[in-house]
């Protein structure tokens, strides 16, 4: 991503500096897109924590290698899942773990610290963790940035390590930045990460 960013910014400086009279403004707007990109991933993974590729979090079938024929393949997720009795299950043992009232439970989401999205173990307690549905760091904003990460991942723009890093890491902090990145379609998968995530 280093060099793509210092290509990026070197086309922005020419464009400025009036190098690249004839550059179209649609160039100019790539140029700077690749720039916004990259800082918004740079900023992201800078302050990530050493938890982020703990390989209990991630399931080994899901490499950059592996994309095509795993993460990117539409319905991989509903494929992998564990089934919904056993994801309400160990919600409720979360729930109860923790002193929350199981009526209570509704407000909260089974999340993982990495999505099956995002090549996230669809099974392994470690990855499993409850998250309010709402908020500025709830489970609804995290889905959405969850398949905008998928999309980027799919698309080439970001590798998936990175994009496991940006979640796991404290991801609410560059939400606004991460989730205007333009990265195509979703490669004909139109479900979504809650739905793919489970309850």
Known sequence: MNAELAESCLAVRRMANGAARRTTP?????????VLLALAVGGAVRAVPAWAQDPRL???RVTQESLAE???RPGY??????????AM???????????IDAEDGVTYALDRHVPILLGGSPDAAANFDLLP??????????SLLTVRLKR???AGRISLTQAQSIIAGNWSR??????????GSDIGDTTSASRDEGP
């Open 89 to 99: 299950a160990l919600k409720e043992r979360l729930l109860a773990s923790r002193g």
């Open 133 to 142: 549905w709402g908020g500025h760091a709830g489970e609804r904003r995290k």
């Open 70 to 72: 795993t993460i990117c």
């Open 77 to 86: 997720a509903d494929i992998v899942a564990p089934p919904f009795d056993a």
């Open 152 to 154: 980027c991942v799919c």
């Open 26 to 34: 649609r160039a100019l707007g790539a140029a700077l897109h690749g």
């Open 58 to 60: 991630l399931d080994a």
């Open 174 to 183: 560059e939400y606004d930045q991460l989730t205007r990145m333009q990265c």
